[in-house]
């Protein structure tokens, strides 16, 4: 599904390589993918003005 010019995703980056991806609400989901495919559990929002950190072996945001 390609994501058009109006479509705006969050980005996540990954605390263990500093993988950056979209968020979940994004069509490819690239921040979970990258959890289900590396095993890195925390991700952090790189967006302004955000700072929290997702984890998603816990299923908790910190």
């Given amino acids: 599904m390609p994501v058009g010019n109006d479509?705006?995703?969050h980005l996540r980056s990954c605390l263990?390589?500093?993988?950056v991806g979209?968020?979940?609400?994004?069509?490819?989901q690239h921040a979970?993918?990258?959890f289900a495919d590396v095993g890195h559990p925390v991700m952090?929002?790189?967006q302004?003005?955000?700072a929290w950190r997702w984890c998603f072996v816990d299923e908790e945001i910190g």
């Fill in 32 to 34: 979970s993918k990258h």
């Fill in 48 to 50: 302004p003005g955000e």
């Fill in 7 to 9: 479509d705006w995703v």
């Fill in 22 to 28: 979209c968020c979940d609400s994004s069509p490819y």
């Fill in 16 to 19: 263990t390589c500093g993988h």
């Fill in 44 to 46: 952090r929002s790189i």
